[in-house]
């Protein structure tokens, strides 16, 4: 009877902490634009632009970025106004100093500062978001012979962000397979 009631109690821990990590998994993560500095206008001193910044990086869909900024806004726009820097039509507009954007799809998006000049001097960012297959820990194993890693696209090294999602997802299987385990031993 007690080992009963500590199986069960095993199997509710697992199931608590396979759901957390889902829930996790699908809350996605967060990058700071700009890290410290966050949005604004750059001097010219900083190790490197958003562009640099945004191609260490990769992105999946349900990411966030955080934008933190003071006297200024962020606008998602096109491709042409991204290129011409230019304000007048943008798809969205954030202005509260505090903006949080989740992408919805994969592929381009296009951020500016809507204040004058801001965007000229380099204050825009394009951010590549990872298409499902491509993502490191949702595509399946790659194939003997071949590059590990998926993405061997034209935006660089993988970074610690994948890391983590793999590591996050293979602990999640090892849970996930533990609750089969358990529930095949003790149901
Ligand atoms: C900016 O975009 C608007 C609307 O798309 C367009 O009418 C205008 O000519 C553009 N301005 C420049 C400088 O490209």
Known sequence: MASTSKAFNNFLFSAVLAASMAAVLAAGFQFEVGEKRGWKLPTGNEPETYNEWAAKNRF??????????EKDSVLVVNSADYLNCNTSNPISKFEDGN??????RSGLFYFISGQPGHCRSGQRLIIRVMHPVEAPGLAPSPAPGRDSGGDSGEWGTPSKNSTTRVSAVSCFMTVFIGLFVMLYLFM
């Open 60 to 69: 999946h869909i349900g990411d966030t970025v955080h934008f933190k900024y």
């Open 99 to 104: 903006t949080v954007f989740q992408f919805d």
